[in-house]
């Protein structure tokens, strides 16, 4: 199994709604990400996981709230969002934070109204 | 800090073209290069990756040498499809450099007309 899912695929959500972003993979990574991609950009990284603990956190707001329960699950929660978060989600997962190619999922689109 | 530059496009070709994308990169370690794919509505896709200086990655017909010398890894295909239509970035992982996560560039959009 080499594939990285995503749930939901589209998310629309009011700004004071509190939602959730879910990603799995069972490739047995140890490294997993978050990424945030507007229309026409490069994906911009927000968040990575290693061994379930938090490695880097880009600066990004507070109103988004990464997780991860175990070794294959990734959640971000997100909370009070603004219509300028409005953007593609991605989740990838690597073996390690090493050199090796990173797996992306298909993305959640979500929309900030 | 680490970057990728890459030509940004669109570029527009017919089918059967030859097909190159400039891809320049700096970084603080020995990155390992990565091309990634993205078509319209989805997430992206891994084309093809080196590790080292010299190195050649191919797949699908597509294929990108790592050099060293002038820290490049140019995407080339020798015959387009209208299917190979998409976005295509150029990364870089560094972690020796202390980067996790990949530096991509801009992306170049391809646009391969019947």
């Known amino acids: 199994d080499t594939e990285v899912t995503q749930t939901p695929k589209h998310l629309v959500m009011g700004m004071t709604n509190k939602k959730s972003l879910k990603c799995e993979q069972h490739?047995?990574?140890?490294?997993m990400y978050w990424y945030k991609q507007k229309a026409k950009k490069p994906p911009e990284l927000m968040f990575v996981?290693?061994?379930?603990?938090?490695?880097i956190n880009e600066s990004v707001p507070s109103r988004f709230s990464p997780e991860c329960p175990n070794s294959s699950l990734l959640n971000l929660h997100l909370h009070a969002l603004q219509p300028e978060d409005s953007a593609l989600y991605l989740c990838?997962?690597?073996?390690?934070?090493?050199?090796?190619?990173?797996?992306f999922g298909p993305g959640t689109r979500l929309t900030v109204l | 800090g680490n970057s990728v530059t890459q030509m940004e496009g669109p570029v527009t070709l017919s089918e059967e073209a030859f097909l190159t994308i400039n891809c320049t990169y700096t970084?603080?370690?020995?990155?390992?290069l990565f091309w990634y794919v993205q078509y319209p509505g989805e997430g992206l896709q891994l084309l093809l990756k080196?590790?080292?200086?010299?190195d050649k990655g191919s797949n699908k017909g597509f294929e990108a040498t790592y050099r060293k010398e002038t820290t490049s890894f140019h995407l080339e295909k020798g015959s387009v499809q209208v299917s190979d239509s998409a976005v295509y970035f150029c990364?870089?992982?560094?972690?020796?450099?202390?980067?996790?996560?990949?530096?991509f560039g801009k992306g170049t959009h391809l646009i391969i007309q019947p």
């Open positions: 990838a997962s690597s073996q390690e934070i090493d050199y090796n190619e990173q797996f």
């Open positions: 490739m047995g990574h140890r490294a």
């Open positions: 996981y290693s061994y379930e603990k938090l490695s």
């Open positions: 970084a603080t370690g020995y990155p390992s």
């Open positions: 080196a590790t080292k200086a010299d």
């Open positions: 990364a870089l992982s560094d972690p020796g450099g202390g980067a996790d996560g990949l530096t």
